[in-house]
């Protein structure tokens, strides 16, 4: 991968269970996943893909769940394991991706003002969250 593509993986530090699913594999290998951007999706495992396996990511814990095929676009070691580079299929797949990532940094908006000593509901920390970020996030 040239540093022009890489450069697609815009750097988006989220915490949110993922789980891929190999094509050829029923079985899910839950991933913790490292960055959101324009061009797809990274996160970290203890195995190595090769680029071009097709896969389903799946983040079960949003409402609606969220589930879509993707491509490994490239496979870097690190030193405890592998960081993969995924791309999405379609545009629709990268922009739900996109919005499952808003809907995570709402909610971890609103964790950041309970520790603070603010209760908000959901849709609260949701307008707040999207007053102060929304124009940047979707720049990026």
Not at 9 to 32: C, E, G, K, T
Not at 36 to 61: C, N, Q, Y
Not at 72 to 86: A, K, L, N, R, S
């Amino acid at each position: 991968m040239n540093d022009d593509e890489r450069r697609t993986y815009i750097r988006h530090p989220v915490d949110v269970p993922v789980r891929i699913f190999p094509q050829q594999n029923a079985s899910a290998m839950p991933v913790q996943m490292s960055d959101v951007g324009k061009g797809g999706i990274a996160f970290r495992t203890d195995s190595a893909m090769e680029k071009g396996t097709f896969l389903m990511v799946a983040i079960p814990h949003v409402l609606p769940p969220f589930e879509e095929s993707c491509t490994v676009c490239w496979c870097e070691p690190q030193d405890d394991g592998f960081e993969i580079g995924i791309r999405f299929l379609d545009q629709q797949g990268m922009f739900k991706a996109r919005m499952v990532e808003q809907v995570c940094y709402i909610e971890e908006y609103r964790r950041q003002q309970m520790d603070d000593g603010r209760e908000l509901s959901l849709e609260e920390s949701a307008r707040e969250w999207i007053e102060k970020n929304a124009a940047d996030f979707w720049l990026t």
